[in-house]
């Protein structure tokens, strides 16, 4: 039987080709990409999940490495590029013992085997725990994780940075467990001064400004109150008409408009708020008040930011004023409490920093640089490694970075299918070599000689599995500034365990889902005249 | 091409039609049936189906993947008719049955060729299936509902060929058990599969996957600042709009005076605070309400006032699923505010806004008096993995239906095709005539499925048939292909069984399709 599948072979293409882009870009030394999209945009990355989302990909076979990419970014955040790699590699393996005749389902089962012997190995061997190294590896793991991005140079400053401010937005959810919600980690940026001068702010960072320029610059004990509605002239609903027969009277009502949302704010001061936040608009008119209360009023906040910050100062975010007895009112328990709130000015823009939130701490990083593409990939490198410290802190076990855990597995896998006699022997033995693409790729992006070094780190590696007495050179990596191997565990080069075999599942799972294709129907697009029988029949197609 | 049967004769030179016809159609389904061949059984392939906006779609569903193709040829329709219809009547072996039909094609064109009329071909086709059928259901294993072995092993073997399939250990006894708690203790031998809801949930993997005793919605709680956990609930589901009403389009409000404003915005409020009043005195403390396109559901100012009671909301509730709800709740749906009263409203021990992925979903647990339905969230880590996970239980969910239908099961892994073609070999030879000739082909086209199952394999397919024959016929009536092993082996030992009524409807539906295929003798197209 014809096991020599073209199909295969088409899709293996496709999806190698998937990898080549983005694997020059791994690693300490991974160069970027610049891409151009169709209205000129420009972007800068190094963030493998990035890099695809911005192709417009229209292979079937890529776009599952693409989708792969972004489930990586979603549960975990960094890894993206190379659970790319490894998929890539285990298809183009998969695709060459297809044409030594294996059925693909026999290397499919292989292939999970092996997945799941990996898996099973990092947690039982390769594993650090957070107590065992201390406190150093959180900002160790953070510097792993940023030391392939433009930031590298800074990864001390912004690896503290990330740890600080992951720690800030730690809770205990209902059920008692202590989670870091890093998306309640405000990420501003602002271009302008160099990427040291970037601070983490202990409150949060408002991107807006003070509604009119005659109101205070900062109040201290400040009492916020944070609205979901518009302190405007009040419009009567649709279908109500106001017909007036008097020209007095409509002076009247035109009075009585701007009164109803005066007395609003009346009653809003009147509950001791100073600090005024709302979603919707607040008229010119209404500014007066304010000014004259001496309190600050921003209009027009994003209502997330409003969530947040009514969260981490006590206060109720509200959507309207009446209360149950059909009147309107502003309780004085809504209004929540920060130690100090007042404008600053970065860069060309103000911003409101909440200082000393009453409920719980909050966390905003601004990150400055040189241009908007610098910012733009600051950002995305912070979030990596926001992300890695998050699953530090939440799982507490990590693994050695570096290639370490990929020669190791692929030294044990090797032994391993030496041990089976059926056909998944061939398959995990192609599933170890696999593993190898990541120390040899980032070997080979640091200029260095990749197979010389991939050998040193094999024969450290066997002989650590061998011997009992060498069992410490497990965590032998590449060193890649010096070209050399070292005990990446004494380097501080870390990442975490979840990661990892997250990493390793996915990529297994979209090799398997390509491989499990034997056959691709592409249907015509709908806009084409629809074939009819009687069509078909005159053009001859049916003749069987 | 078939040779021409009939004599030639002069006035009727277009004679040779209906064979032509017939050969065309049988050459069409053909080829609908080796196109899906290839992801039959355990070791299957599957498809990628790019559509011609390019979504794509990657299954191993026989039925899914046909329906996908879009044919031209009218015979080839009526195998994806036939695909339809064993979807509708078993839920699985849609795979199966299309290549059933396509090698009975086989075997009826090689009939024709040898010069036999089509008709004693369709009537002894049909004479093979009722025979068929009862040698099946001679060979199958009563069982009760009690025996949750067999219904798992069912339920693990339909899970087997699909790209869930190592997820089996779970997602198997996830749908016995939810079929087994919808079924109605006074009518037991139907289930339907509307009152088991399945909910795809992007992000997670499959592991993620669980069946909730009670009511999951879709929609997140409403409003920012209510609560999000409701223990000791009492549940109301309204089917009124809780926001200002809208006076007709000629009907204005006219204000003349700014105390009428006052009163105009004042009234709006009274009207509001009434309802949630209402609402509250009831004793309501989470509401359910319908999606309505016509004003909001729920104004922002009903909201407001909810998250000041402590009711917690969830809106846009579908219509199509109060009939779900009310079921599985126990309550009624409440029209209008006069008819807001206790005893329409249900209780629950907790209802909680949970996040799953991206997104929140709200559960109801502890329902009292909860009526005969179950949940089940689907979680997959992408778009497409998700959908052929919610197929594959859909699948599985079928096979156990079907056993509750028709208490039997046979083995599977090609078993019970191997016997049917022994037997029938055998009661053909005590047959006289033609019919016997057409009978025993029947019983030959039938070991394509052991053929198939071994080919995709990638054991050697004579080899492992004739093996498998000889095993039948010394009488192992369960020996068949294990997959996993490469050999022939016992297969209700290994734990691989299927209902009887899965196997019979493919056999029954094959052979009618195939039977109407033959008796076709033109194609007249209608003009539009």
């Not at chain 1, 693409?66 to 790699?85: F, K, N, P, W, Y």
């Not at chain 2, 309204?238 to 000629?250: A, L």
Request: overall charge neutral.
């Amino acid at each position: 039987m014809d096991f020599v599948n073209t199909l295969l072979i088409y899709l293996v293409l496709a999806a190698s080709s998937i990898a080549n882009i983005v694997k020059s870009s791994l690693g300490p030394v991974g160069l970027d990409k610049m891409l151009v999209d169709d209205v000129g945009d420009v972007t800068i990355t190094n963030d493998g999940a990035t890099i695809l989302n911005l192709l417009e990909v229209q292979h079937p076979a890529a776009k599952v490495l693409v989708e792969l990419a972004q489930l990586q970014d979603q549960e975990v955040g960094d890894g993206t590029t190379s659970v790319v790699i490894v998929a890539a590699e285990l298809l183009k393996n998969a695709d060459e013992l297809v044409k030594q005749k294996i059925h693909p389902t026999s290397v499919i089962s292989g292939y999970r085997l092996a997945c799941k012997e990996a898996v099973k190995y990092i947690q039982d061997n390769l594993t650090l725990t957070v107590d065992e190294l201390g406190k150093d590896c959180l900002i160790n793991a953070a510097k792993t994780s940023m030391s392939s991005k433009i930031i590298s140079a800074d990864a001390n400053f912004f690896a503290a940075m990330c740890v600080d401010a992951a720690n800030a937005v730690r809770v205990t959810d209902n059920k008692g467990q202590t989670i870091y919600p890093i998306k309640a980690i405000n990420v501003l940026k602002a271009h302008g001064k160099s990427a040291r001068e970037s601070l983490l702010i202990n409150g949060y960072a408002l991107n807006c400004t003070v509604a009119s320029q005659a109101m205070v610059k900062k109040i201290t004990n400040a009492k916020i109150a944070c609205l979901d509605f518009s302190l405007q002239k009040t419009k009567m609903k649709m279908g109500v008409q106001v017909l007036v027969t008097d020209p007095e009277k409509l002076d009247a009502i035109r009075q009585r408009e701007s009164d109803i949302t005066k007395e609003r704010i009346q009653k809003i001061l009147n509950a001791g708020a100073n600090v005024i936040l709302a979603t919707g608009g607040i008229d010119d008119l209404c500014l007066k008040y304010f000014v004259e209360a001496g309190a600050m009023a921003v209009r027009r906040c994003k209502k997330s930011d409003l969530k947040r910050i009514a969260k981490a100062t006590g206060a109720t975010l509200l959507s309207s004023m009446a209360n149950l007895e059909g009147e309107e009112s502003f309780e004085a328990s809504a209004v929540g409490e920060a130690a100090e709130v007042s404008t600053e000015r970065i860069c060309d823009d103000e911003l409101i920093v909440i200082k000393g939130t009453k409920a719980r701490t909050a966390a905003s990083i601004i990150l400055r640089g040189p241009n908007d593409f610098y910012c733009d990939e600051m950002e995305r490198s912070v979030h990596d490694a926001l992300c890695v410290v998050k699953r530090v802190l939440e799982s507490k076990t990590l693994v050695v970075g570096g290639g370490a855990v990929e020669v190791a597995l692929s030294i044990y896998l090797e032994s391993f299918a030496t041990s089976l006699s059926s056909r998944e022997q061939l398959a995990i033995a192609e599933f170890a070599h696999s593993l190898l693409v990541i120390p040899k790729t980032l070997a080979v992006n640091a200029a260095k000689d990749a197979t010389d070094l991939v050998a040193k780190m094999r024969s450290y590696h066997h002989s650590s599995q061998s011997k009992p007495e060498h069992a410490n050179l497990k965590w032998i990596g590449l060193d890649l500034t010096e070209g050399t191997v070292r005990d990446n565990r004494q380097a501080g080069v870390f990442e975490p365990a979840v990661s990892k075999i997250k990493s390793l599942k996915f990529a297994t799972e979209a090799a398997i889902t390509i491989l499990r294709i034997d056959d691709m129907i592409k249907l015509d697009s709908e806009d084409k005249n629809t074939q009819s029988y009687q069509n078909a029949y005159e053009c001859g197609q049916l003749d069987g | 091409m078939a040779p021409n049967v009939q004599p030639k004769m002069k006035a009727f030179e277009t004679k040779s039609k209906p064979a032509e016809i017939r050969s065309s159609n049988i050459e069409a389904a053909k080829a609908v049936a080796d196109a899906i061949r290839t992801s039959l059984g355990p070791r299957g392939m599957d498809k990628m189906i790019q559509s011609g906006k390019g979504d794509v779609t990657i299954t191993n569903d026989g039925a899914t993947i046909l329906k996908q193709m879009k044919l031209v040829h009218p015979a080839a329709k009526m195998l994806v008719e036939l695909s339809k219809a064993q979807d509708v009547e078993a839920g699985d072996g849609t795979t199966s049955v299309v290549v059933l039909a396509g090698s009975f094609l086989e075997a009826a064109q090689k009939l024709l060729e040898k010069g036999i009329h089509p008709t004693v071909i369709s009537e002894s086709f049909q004479k093979a299936s009722v025979k068929a059928v009862e040698i099946l259901e001679a060979m199958a294993t009563p069982m009760k509902l009690e025996d949750r072995h067999s219904l798992l092993m069912s339920a693990t073997t339909s899970l087997g060929s699909k790209v869930v399939s190592q997820h089996s250990a779970l997602l198997a006894p996830l749908a016995v058990d939810a079929v087994l708690k919808v079924i109605d203790p006074l009518k037991d031998h139907d289930v339907d599969l509307r009152d088991i809801r399945v909910i795809e949930k992007l992000g997670g993997t499959v592991d993620d996957t669980e069946l909730v005793e009670g009511l999951v919605l879709d929609q997140r709680s409403a409003g920012s600042g209510g609560p999000t956990r409701m223990e000791k609930a009492k549940i109301g589901l309204i089917q009124f709009c809780i926001s200002p009403p809208k006076t007709d389009m000629d009907n204005q409000v006219v204000v003349s005076d700014y105390n009428a404003m006052d009163r105009v915005l004042r009234e709006e409020r009274a009207y509001i605070l009434n309802v949630a009043k209402q609402v509250k005195k009831a004793g309501c403390n989470v509401l359910l309400v319908q999606k309505s396109i016509l004003r909001d559901a729920v104004s922002e100012l009903a909201l407001h006032f909810f998250d000041k009671m402590k009711i917690m909301v969830v809106k846009d509730i579908e219509r199509e699923d109060i009939e779900f709800i009310t079921k599985t709740l126990n309550c009624r749906p409440i029209a209008s505010l006069d008819h807001f009263l206790p005893e329409y409203m249900a209780s629950a021990d907790l209802v909680e806004s949970v996040p799953t992925g991206t997104s929140k979903v709200v559960k109801i647990t502890g329902i009292q008096n909860v009526g005969k339905t179950v949940s089940v969230i689907v979680r997959g880590s992408n778009k497409l993995v998700l959908e052929e996970a919610a197929r594959s239980l859909h699948d599985a969910l079928c096979v156990i239906r079907c056993l509750v239908k028709k208490r039997f099961i046979i083995a599977g892994g090609g078993a019970p095709e191997t016997e049917l073609a022994y037997q029938l070999t055998q009661y053909a030879q005590g047959l006289p005539g033609v019919e016997a000739y057409c009978l025993r082909a029947f019983a030959e086209s039938l070991e394509v499925i052991p053929m198939t199952l071994a080919e995709n394999a990638g054991l050697n397919p004579i080899a492992t048939v004739t093996d498998l024959r000889n095993k039948h016929a010394c009488g192992f009536k369960s020996s068949g292909i294990n997959v996993r092993k490469g050999a022939i082996t016992n297969m209700l030992d290994e734990g691989v069984a299927q209902p009887l009524l899965v196997t019979t409807s493919a056999i029954t539906l094959a052979s009618e399709t195939v039977r109407s295929i033959l008796k076709i003798d033109d194609i007249v197209n209608a003009l539009y």
